[in-house]
């Protein structure tokens, strides 16, 4: 039986192989006789005039098509933006190349719009520095939605996260009909609008980037894609409204609608759910209100996002958190509701407008030790923390993107945040000396209440000249302010057993007022001296004020009473102002621009506590290069880097009687230097993508901290200032894209981020450089047949040690783990699709077994119902053999800590989700983008 099996297969395969032709030729201008690069030759049934295949010509304007049918008569359209359009037909009798020999093409005003009929359209047109792909020629499943259109472009790749790239660069937002939409966000309209309502799909070099940077260089933007819609489109209402109830009390519920006037376009949603996931994308928070371009000139911008092994994920901006799970872990209940209005009224004017407002409510249960190694012993401090933690955030922004002429653009907006976050945590704490044996036992409990109001505005003006090309004017001013009250209430019990034994009671109340002003003025300007050469002059002027207001209150008998010792107030004022000058020399691919930056520095640091302010006023020469060869950057740059102002501030922090922080007034700025290299290629005949960077750098007065060991096993840590530092790091990637058909389709890639780094750290004043090494590897294949059935298969590993030239001291630490992880779609009989996801996880750090290793198991399948398909009910099983954790490992210096928190673990969940499509589109079900907005 099995060789019969085998038998059938060989069959098959050779079938497939002997009973196809190709075609081949070579395209030519007819006027010039040079090649034509990028030239798109489709093959079509002659019959029907659908699509069968299509390829590019190459640089010597030469193409060869496989896979084409025997015995049917076909139809080679070839199409080249400018050029006449060439009609040849043919029929494959054999498996020897159909030769086209060499064809001539004309040149031709008239657009390929005019001269083609709709149903002839190629599949992929090169317009000057614009791809345009016809929507119809790439077929999807009728209730697919833009994300998936896009996952069939050749070198467009989307991730599970739903990020774009096009030829290795990333998408910065998508507009249609040239209007801005989704204000800017890409997965607004990936993830909503349904395919079959899309007519084209143009990218471009995204040039407002280019303008924002001041120069031509196409390498350092991202791309815009600009999507056309069939007429009468944007007439409509479309979204969804879904609902869940599981076991073990999960829930999930939510809704979202969009609505189009052509020029308007409004949306409304609403979330909640106790499944760790935020309501919102990351990108949504930070580009529809405008706040990534607030976020890229303020240095002080705080944004943490995190994905665990337990499958949850979370976001938090400037402390606010967003929805889904915490730095902590657990299990977070998030709710939410937000609009989002944009209005284009015409191509010269678009404005913008949203609010979000979110709650998250967080349990946490963590369990961990960690241990610290001194020559033969070793401090290992275990602790056991509960956590209930309270956040309620909003968000209002406002902007607008203006073009009064055709060299003009002003983008402007306002950005105001508030939260509040409420976390109460109660940890058992037990200190063990290898030696000397029990330290202390201690109850710790932490109550924190965090207030934060950010308001920021930016507007930027970018002109060029009518009469010079090259010659370009930017300005650009930013302003944020940022009020943060800090309480933290400290009620704990300690049990100190060595050196002698005591009980220690400490009930103490810490505040903190921090309100920050930041504010600048940019701008620059490029004048063109001849077609090779030209001059590029910056200047820049920023200004903070920041003051640190800290009051401590010891209570004794329920009664506070300040303690001067522990407060103070801190105020610091910079000036910064700079001013550089360039040249820029090109020379066909060549680009050379050395420039050399004047900064001025003046920073004032007072403390109440002293007469005296510190004053340090810094006069520097910064150098910077950057050489451009073809899709290859070179960037030399030196910087001043100031300590972070809570390193300055001489007052003991007690919050956690267990580890005492304190600050030094007398650290000195940072000085750095440092090379980037980075590359991207893509060939679009192979589809294949290969990027990297590398980046090498080495800084002086790098702030370290210099930890004290106190006997009774709490630690006091002050920052100080340290030797040469160096790092060296590299990332790379290549990514294949195979399309043996219409049909069926395989994806691959590998790469790897590798990091070296040289540090100082002090541990009971012995000091130590450490060598630390990170290797993350990664790779993976999926496989897709005709949206039918879909495998994706993924692998990642990683690899740290932490080595210390104090060898007699200290010991080397290292780490291992990894994943592995495959999906399994099936969209299979009409009306069902089948999900099926499964990971190993592998950590070699931890003793236990099952904390060690485990498979993460979650499988679901969907029915598909009513008219168009429009309701969905998903039966899904998550954490399968229940073996979930989330566990971690950090080493660092002489310290190894392990930590476990508590997960969702096993639930069965049950969801019904109702889509609102115009034209009768439907949504696309199955995968990981089941759910997210």
């Known amino acids: 039986m099995k060789k019969i099996y085998l038998a059938g297969i060989a069959i098959l395969l050779s079938q497939l192989v002997f009973s196809q032709g190709s075609v081949t030729g070579t395209l030519v201008d007819a006027d010039t006789k040079k090649p034509l690069y990028l030239s798109t030759i489709t093959v079509y049934k002659a019959a029907d005039t659908s699509i069968i295949s299509y390829r590019l010509s190459d640089k010597e304007g030469s193409f060869k098509i496989p896979g084409l049918p025997l015995h049917t008569p076909l139809r080679a359209l070839v199409t080249f933006s400018g050029y006449t359009v060439i009609r040849k037909d043919f029929t494959l009798t054999d498996n020897a190349p159909f030769n086209l020999d060499s064809l001539l093409l004309t040149p031709n005003s008239a657009s390929l719009d005019e001269v083609l009929v709709i149903s002839e359209r190629p599949p992929m047109t090169i317009r ?112 969804k409204a879904y609902a869940g109830a599981g076991t073990e009390g999960r829930f999930e519920g939510g809704a979202i609608a969009n609505t189009f006037r052509d020029t308007l376009q409004v949306s409304v949603l609403g979330y909640t759910n106790n499944l760790n996931r935020p309501g919102f994308s990351f990108s949504e928070l930070m580009q529809t209100g405008g706040m990534q371009r607030n976020s890229d000139v303020n240095s002080n911008r705080n944004v943490s996002i995190w994905n665990n092994s337990g499958g949850g994920s979370g976001i938090k901006i400037n402390d606010i958190n967003f929805g889904g799970i915490t730095e902590y872990g657990g299990v977070s209940t998030s709710s939410g509701i937000g609009v989002n209005i944009n209005h284009s009224p015409n191509t010269k004017k678009s404005i913008f407008g949203q609010y979000f407002y979110g709650n998250v409510k967080v349990d946490a249960d963590r369990d961990g030790y960690t241990e610290y190694n ?92 009518k009469n010079k090309k090259g010659r370009r004017f930017n300005l650009n001013h930013n302003f944020s302010w940022k009020g943060r009250d800090n309480e933290s209430l400290t009620n704990s019990l300690i049990n100190y057993k060595y050196p002698n034994s005591i009980d220690s009671s400490f009930n103490q109340l810490r505040t903190e007022n921090i309100p920050t002003l930041n504010t600048s003025v940019s701008g620059n300007f490029s004048e063109p001296f001849t077609k090779r050469l030209s001059a590029r002059v910056d200047a820049r002027y920023e200004y903070e004020q920041l003051k640190n207001s800290i009051n401590t209150f010891d209570y004794h008998n329920s009664v506070p009473e300040k303690n001067s010792t522990l407060s103070n107030v801190f105020t610091r004022t910079s000036n910064t102002a700079s001013t550089s000058a360039g040249l820029e020399y090109r020379y066909k691919k060549l680009t050379i621009t050395p420039r050399l930056r004047y900064q001025w520095q003046h920073f004032e640091n007072k403390l109440a506590s002293l007469n005296d302010a510190v004053i340090q006023e810094l006069r520097t020469v910064l150098p910077e290069l950057s050489i451009v060869y073809g899709k290859l950057n070179i960037n030399y740059s030196k910087r001043v880097i100031l300590p972070n102002y809570k390193y300055l501030i001489p007052v003991f922090d007690n919050t956690n009687p267990y580890i005492i922080n304190n600050g030094n007034p007398d650290l000195l700025p940072a000085i750095s230097h440092s090379v980037e290299v980075n590359m991207h290629a893509y060939d679009p005949k192979m589809s294949l993508n290969v990027w990297g960077w590398a980046r090498a750098a080495t800084s002086t007065n790098d702030v370290i901290q210099n930890i004290i060991q106190q006997n009774d096993g709490t630690q006091i840590i002050l920052p100080v200032n340290a030797k ?151 039966l899904g099983v998550y954490d399968l053999l229940r073996k979930m954790n989330n566990t971690s490992v950090d080493i660092s210096q002489n310290m190894l800590r392990y930590s476990n928190s508590n997960v969702l673990g096993n639930y069965y969940m049950a969801t019904f989700t109702y889509n609102l499509r115009p034209t009768g589109a439907k949504k696309k079900v199955g995968g990981q983008s089941l759910l997210l907005f």
Request: net charge positive; hydrophobic share 35%; proline share 2%.
């Open 128 to 239: 000057k520095d614009t791809i345009e792909f016809n929507a119809s020629a790439f077929k999807t499943l009728p209730n697919a939605l833009v994300e998936d259109l896009l996952k069939k472009l050749p070198g467009v790749q989307v991730d599970k996260e739903g990020n774009i790239t096009v030829n290795g660069k990333r998408v910065n937002r998508i507009m249609v009909d040239g209007k801005t939409f989704f204000g800017d966000d890409p997965k607004m309209a990936t993830r909503n609008l349904p395919s079959n309502v899309i007519d084209k799909i143009q990218v471009t070099d995204d040039k407002e980037e280019m303008l924002r940077n001041g120069d031509d260089n196409v390498n350092n933007v991202g791309k815009v894609v600009n999507l056309t819609f069939k007429k009468g489109v944007k007439k409509g209402v479309f979204g």
């Open 374 to 465: 001194n020559a033969d012993t070793v401090l290992r401090r275990t602790e056991d923390e509960d956590a209930a933690v309270i956040v309620n955030a909003h968000n209002i922004g406002l902007g607008a993107k203006l073009k009064p002429d055709s060299v003009t653009n002003i983008v402007a907006g306002i950005n105001f945040m508030m939260g509040k976050t409420v976390d109460e945590r109660n940890t058992l704490i037990n200190s063990q000396h290898s030696v000397w044996g029990n330290l202390s036992d201690g109850n710790v409990g932490i109550d924190r209440t965090n207030i934060s109001k950010n308001y920021s505005h930016y507007i930027n003006l970018n002109k060029l000249s």
């Open 724 to 874: 040469r530092g160096k790092n060296i790091s590299g990332n790379a990637g290549v990514n294949k894209e195979n399309k043996f058909s219409q049909k069926f389709t395989m994806t691959s890639n590998i790469g790897f981020y590798y990091e070296y780094k040289e540090n100082y750290f002090s541990y009971n004043s012995n000091l130590s450089k450490q060598f630390s090494n990170n290797l993350s590897l990664w790779g993976g294949v999926g496989f897709n047949w005709n949206d039918v059935f879909e495998w994706n298969n993924t692998v990642n590993y990683s690899f740290q040690k932490v080595k210390n030239s104090n060898t007699d001291i200290f010991k080397s630490y290292s780490t291992t783990d990894y994943e592995i992880s495959s999906e399994q779609i099936l969209r299979w009989p009409k009306h069902i699709i089948f999900e099926n996801n499964v990971a190993y996880v592998r950590n070699n750090s931890f003793v236990a077994a099952p904390l060690r290793e485990f498979v993460r198991w979650s499988a679901a399948v969907n029915i598909t119902m009513l008219k168009n398909e429009a309701g969905v009910l998903r």
